[in-house]
């Protein structure tokens, strides 16, 4: 036993050790994209960072409550309110807004080119706000819902510094709990919420966008001012685990500005990619050890206690397995691979474990069976130790298919040898109860008819059997009823 117990050790470690799993270092944190960043503000101090991974919420953040000018980022609150708006059936998209001369603003855009008097759908306007950036599609739109309640509205999303003072000035954070805004709507209005998200991927503005990322990868609105050198991004970029990236910068100078948030946003990818792997490890890593845990709660050879439910670390097992199985869902299909097989293991001693709880529970009702079966024996009550043995032996037979599937041989033996074989003592005794109680029917006839020879061979057969009761108790009143069948 005490070998076969060591190698089923050495076994289960090699299994653990084996297990494929992506290595977790300093590279997993965000120590690179920190370096980078430390070494831009020196020179540009007026630099903001935001981070946040939409699946496992985790964040970092580089300076993100600093107030910073907006520029045109303020058009993403803008148009997702006008979406909201429609979406509730509170603005038509297909209603036409003139182009006139006090909308005129200069800077990025397509409708300063186009004649005063020309007229736009609000479909149209949300478009060339997004796609363009247009600076007087943005004026008209605000126009249309309302500046007043359009702050009020960027307010109640999360928005804290929203033209403070009527100065268009924002933070990281801000911007990115904006975007964080879109990826619900998107979710709870999916027509309009992945229309707005596709716009977003397809602007003319690619420069900012990582260099380890296709550009319709990213979803995103730049905010521009080369005068005031002032170029800010936030970005949804759809990778396995989507995340929101907040970029803000001022001083940069022209050309240099854009290669910074590029940078940067190569950096966050790349610590992003392998935070991914390291919780997915870190996760499927978990569950194995508490795995482990509960192996050694339902295995006897690990001392396994057949009377013990080890509900608490079985409940465990199901939380992680299901947390890890979410993360390795969110990898590419080529990469789920390597964890599917540890996870599958995990899963079949779930299902072990499951049986064991099961045959504790069916052992449990074969005890109470049992301990009602031995009262009634005790008490020498015949007709109710008759119920009682017909009532065990049909529970018996119902339970056995949960007694006989615990994992592992001696784990079977011992749970039978806890319930089913202290079951059958009381079981034969109350057979030797139904015995005798049958053979009495037997005697009363022979009484009655007069034949001697088959009395007294029916009260001979019914002594030996009497000599088998263990209760004293029983065995009196069962001997009292051969005397009184056979005295009358």
Known sequence: MRKYR?????????????????????ASSFSS???????????YPKLSVYYRNLVTGETYTY?????????????LPLVLYVYELAAKNKLNLNE?????????????GVIQNDRVGTTYTINDLVYKAITYSDNIAFIMLRERVGKASFIKYAKSIGGKVVYPNGRNMTTAADLATYMNAVWNFSKKYPDLGNKLISMLSHTVYKDTVASSLKADQVAHKVGYIPANLV?????????????????????????????????????????????IYAKVADSVRTAQLKNASLVKQILIEYNANVQIQPYAAYNEVKKSLQEAKKLVATLPADKQSAYKRSLADIEVWIGRAANFIDAISAGRKLDAGTNELRKYL????????????HSLSSLQK?????????Y????????????????????????????????????????????????????QEIEEILLKVQEKVMRDHLGEWVQSVVEN
Request: charged fraction near 20%.
């Open 378 to 389: 005790q008490a020498g009550d015949i007709q109710n130790s008759i119920a009682s043995y």
């Open 408 to 459: 592992g041989k001696a784990t079977r033996e011992a749970i039978l040898s806890k319930y089913k074989g202290v079951s059958q003592v009381a079981l034969e005794q109350g057979r030797l109860v139904v015995l005798i109680s049958d053979l009495m029917n037997s005697l009363e006839e022979a009484v009655a008819s007069g034949d001697k020879e088959k009395v007294d061979a029916y009260q």
């Open 63 to 75: 300076q993100p409550t600093k107030v910073r000018q907006a520029a045109s980022t303020i058009k």
């Open 231 to 275: 170029y800010n991004d936030v970005a949804l970029v759809k990778d396995t685990q989507p995340y929101i990236l907040v970029v803000t910068t001022e001083g940069i100078p022209v050309g240099k500005d854009v290669k910074v948030i590029s940078a940067i946003a190569d950096a966050i990818h790349k610590n992003h990619t392998q935070r």
């Open 33 to 43: 994209t920190e370096s980078l960043i430390k070494k831009y503000s020196k020179s």
């Open 96 to 108: 036409r807004l003139t182009y006139k001369k006090h909308h005129y603003y200069g800077g990025s």
């Open 398 to 406: 119902r339970q056995a298919v949960y007694l006989y599937k615990p």
């Open 6 to 26: 060591q190698l089923l050790t050495l076994l289960f470690v090699f299994t653990l050790v084996t297990a494929t799993f992506v290595p977790v270092s300093a």
